[in-house]
Nanobody
Framework: QVQLVESGGGLVQPGGSLRLSCVAS????????MSWYRQAPGKERELVAA????????VYAASVKGRFTISRDNGKQVMYLQMNSLKPEDTAVYYC?????????WGQGTQVTVSS
């Protein structure tokens, strides 16, 4: 079965960096686009970044463009989100998402807290 497992979240000071990982299993990882979403308390889940199957095409939310970098290693079936210059408003639970045919799969999420 499809599994998405995120890791790498934590508490970081403003201006700091974190790298999130999403390990995928149970499907042919290298033929599907993947994405990162986040959900802050009291807010709707929002797209952070997306990456095409081969990794050549990426999309970012305006709020993270220039600070976050999405990437993937198809050989290891892992997707990453490098987050630099973190701000308090980046605080949220970050989710890995895969859209396979008509079904959307989510990981369990990893908490990112940006605070001094």
């Amino acid at each position: 079965q499809v599994q998405l497992v995120e890791s790498g979240g934590g508490l970081v000071q403003p201006g700091g960096s974190l790298r999130l990982s999403c390990v995928a299993s149970g499907f042919t990882f290298n033929i599907y686009g993947m994405s990162w979403y986040r959900q802050a308390p009291g807010k709707e889940r929002e797209l952070v970044a997306a990456i095409a199957a081969a990794g050549g095409s990426t999309v970012y939310a305006a709020s993270v463009k220039g600070r976050f970098t999405i990437s993937r290693d198809n050989g290891k079936q892992v997707m990453y989100l490098q987050m630099n210059s973190l701000k308090p408003e980046d605080t949220a639970v970050y989710y890995c998402r895969a859209q396979i045919s008509r079904t959307t799969y989510w990981g369990q999420g990893t908490q990112v807290t940006v605070s001094s």
